[in-house]
């Protein structure tokens, strides 16, 4: 196991905010300033490739893969990750060979999923308590093993989107005419969807599953208002979706705020999309 | 123009939910020519040239010659359209460079790569749109910038699906006159979908006229006549006389040359 403790020395020096000086906040933020970039990319293509309900679909699995784990006698953690890869795959398996709609694909999966999940919970009320953690998410609770795969992830999610950032935005515009004009679709679409299962399920102990989705898609839609073309279009999501993690947990720590950061994080970012709402419309008024 | 060919369907059926769309296509597309496939809504056009990209599952073969020894056909596809958020802030030399860059857009366009992208924007007359956003070009200049995005590819085979759908009358008749331009200076083959049988006509130098299966094909000027319009498109078409389309044809010609002039 990496030893992180000098990532949070140094980042509790960094915010010197009286809050900061406990070491769950500091893993707090590093969760934080690691998923936040990660939502905020795969959110551009989220966007261009229309995919928010699969990202809804993939947090709302979350419990049940912690059923199938309390059911194996797994770490539900784990069982969880797990699931959400397979479901993640699953749907672009169906998708790509079936000729249904994605939505259509996508409701399938999802509605299986969340029965299966409230079979288990119906039946076990020690469940419930833990399909509850799912709903509003807590980002305070993240340990040194989830913090070292997310900054696995972290590295490998980058080092993919260095290679294929250009590609993915092709397939979202027209996938056979990317796979005309010889990029691997097949091979980028299932990767992506792999990653994206993951980034969410990871960003449902953050947010919880009610609010994942926006965690995704706020951020880039409101890039898509700011940026002017689609290399900018990434540094803002990332910018805002960076601003609004950072600001969302200390505004939580506050005590006269004293509210869920996961919240409070899509709030802020909310915020910024009205900002760029009013930037946008001005834009076109002067147009 | 060759006469050996640069694809060959032989026997191609395609099936989708269980209806026949195609029926043991049998067709040649001669190298260096321009190649028009015509014929009614729901012919199977389209699918067609789906098969012919990979794009759907088909029995039968769909052969390709003239490609340099044991390596692929070069394709470059020109959509009918693209479906997109219109408000996605890409701009048109990004949408070119993205498929020709490994660096990823956000650490910015390379030198290489942008003056390539201009180059093939400079071939289809659209160096003016490099700073555009993809979202708010026409019809026809979108058309221009998926020539070019196909162009890029250095095809041997350029597949257009109704490219000039929804375009005017001018726009049309000046994409096609680029096109053969192209075609001459490039040396590739133009395979099209087309419902303007006066193009085909002016520009195409063989013709497959489809209706789930091939009811003509060759020289449009011997193909297209009465009856096979008439057992393509139904028999209110056989009653157009070819003359009267080679006219319009070249009235269609003569109108470009003037605006040309202008």
């Given at each position: 196991?990496?030893?992180?403790?000098?990532?949070?020395?140094?980042?509790?020096?960094?915010?010197?905010?009286?809050?900061?000086?406990?070491?769950?906040?500091?893993?707090?933020?590093?969760?934080?300033?690691?998923?936040?970039?990660?939502?905020?990319?795969?959110?551009?293509?989220?966007?261009?490739h229309r995919m928010a309900f699969f990202s809804d679909a993939v947090s709302h699995t979350a419990f049940t893969g912690v059923a199938i784990g309390l059911i194996l006698g797994l770490n539900p953690d784990w069982t969880m990750v797990v699931f959400a890869l397979v479901f993640g795959l699953g749907i672009m398996v169906v998708q790509r060979r079936s000729s249904l709609s994605v939505d259509t694909v996508i409701g399938v999966f999802?509605?299986?999923?969340?029965?299966?999940?409230?079979?288990?919970?119906?039946?076990?009320?020690?469940?419930?308590?833990?399909?509850?953690?799912?709903?509003?998410?807590?980002?305070?609770?993240?340990?040194?093993?989830?913090?070292?795969?997310?900054?696995?992830?972290f590295v490998f999610?980058?080092?993919?989107?260095?290679?294929?950032?250009?590609?993915?935005?092709?397939?979202?515009?027209?996938?056979?005419?990317?796979?005309?004009?010889?990029?691997?679709?097949?091979?980028?679409?299932?990767?992506?969807?792999?990653?994206?299962?993951?980034?969410?399920?990871?960003?449902?102990?953050?947010?919880?599953?009610?609010?994942?989705?926006?965690?995704?898609?706020?951020?880039?839609?409101?890039?898509?208002?700011?940026?002017?073309?689609?290399?900018?279009?990434?540094?803002?999501?990332?910018?805002i979706g960076v601003s609004s993690a950072v600001a969302g947990l200390l505004i939580s720590a506050q005590n006269w705020a004293n509210t869920a950061t996961g919240a409070t994080v899509i709030l802020v970012a909310c915020l910024w999309f009205v900002v760029s709402a009013l930037v946008a419309w001005r834009r076109t008024r002067r147009q | 123009?060759?006469?050996?060919?640069?694809?060959?369907?032989?026997?191609?059926?395609?099936?989708?939910?269980?209806?026949?769309?195609?029926?043991?296509?049998?067709?040649?597309?001669?190298?260096?020519?321009?190649?028009?496939?015509?014929?009614?809504n729901g012919a199977g056009k389209t699918t067609l040239l789906l098969a012919?990209?990979?794009?759907?599952?088909?029995?039968?073969?769909?052969?390709?010659?003239?490609?340099?020894?044991?390596?692929?056909?070069?394709?470059?596809?020109?959509?009918q359209r693209l479906s997109f958020d219109r408000g996605m802030p890409i701009t048109v030399i990004e949408f070119l460079v993205m498929g020709l860059q490994n660096l990823p857009l956000w650490m910015g366009l390379s030198k290489n790569c942008r003056r390539r992208a201009q180059h093939h924007l400079q071939s289809v007359h659209g160096e003016d749109l490099a700073n555009r956003h993809l979202g708010a070009l026409s019809g026809g200049e979108m058309q221009r910038?998926?020539?070019?995005?196909?162009?890029?590819?250095?095809?041997?085979?350029?597949?257009?699906?109704?490219?000039?759908?929804?375009?005017?009358?001018?726009?049309?008749?000046?994409?096609?006159?680029?096109?053969?331009?192209?075609?001459?200076?490039?040396?590739?083959?133009?395979?099209?979908?087309?419902?303007?049988l006066a193009m085909v006509m002016a520009h195409a130098s063989h013709v497959i006229c489809l209706k789930g299966r091939v009811t003509g094909e060759g020289c449009p000027h011997q193909v297209m006549n009465s009856d096979v319009l008439a057992s393509t498109f139904g028999p209110h078409m056989g009653v157009v006389d070819r003359r009267s389309l080679m006219s319009v044809a070249e009235?269609?010609?003569?109108?470009?040359?003037?605006?040309?002039?202008?």
């Open positions: 196991m990496i030893d992180l403790s000098f990532i949070y020395q140094a980042l509790g020096r960094l915010i010197p905010c009286p809050c900061m000086e406990a070491r769950f906040m500091q893993q707090a933020l590093l969760g934080l300033l690691l998923l936040a970039p990660m939502a905020a990319t795969m959110g551009v293509h989220v966007v261009n999802f509605s299986a999923g969340i029965a299966f999940g409230l079979a288990v919970v119906s039946r076990d009320r020690s469940a419930a308590v833990e399909a509850q953690t799912f709903l509003y998410g807590d980002i305070l609770t993240l340990d040194d093993p989830e913090l070292t795969m997310l900054l696995l992830l999610l980058f080092v993919f989107m260095w290679f294929g950032y250009n590609r993915l935005l092709y397939i979202g515009l027209h996938p056979a005419l990317a796979q005309t004009h010889r990029v691997r679709v097949r091979l980028y679409q299932y990767v992506y969807a792999a990653l994206l299962a993951l980034v969410v399920i990871f960003s449902v102990r953050t947010v919880g599953m009610l609010l994942v989705t926006a965690m995704l898609v706020v951020p880039a839609a409101a890039a898509r208002n700011f940026a002017r073309s689609a290399g900018r279009m990434f540094w803002w999501a990332n910018l | 123009m060759s006469h050996e060919p640069a694809v060959e369907f032989d026997q191609l059926t395609v099936r989708l939910e269980g209806m026949t769309v195609l029926d043991r296509v049998t067709a040649m597309v001669p190298r260096h020519g321009c190649t028009a496939i015509v014929g009614p012919l990209l990979g794009q759907i599952p088909f029995t039968g073969q769909v052969r390709f010659s003239g490609g340099r020894p044991g390596r692929a056909v070069r394709m470059g596809y020109v959509p910038i998926l020539l070019a995005l196909a162009l890029q590819q250095e095809p041997e085979l350029l597949v257009l699906d109704e490219a000039a759908a929804g375009v005017d009358f001018q726009g049309e008749q000046l994409f096609c006159e680029l096109l053969e331009s192209l075609r001459q200076e490039r040396r590739f083959t133009q395979l099209m979908v087309s419902h303007d009235e269609k010609k003569c109108e470009c040359a003037r605006n040309h002039n202008r």
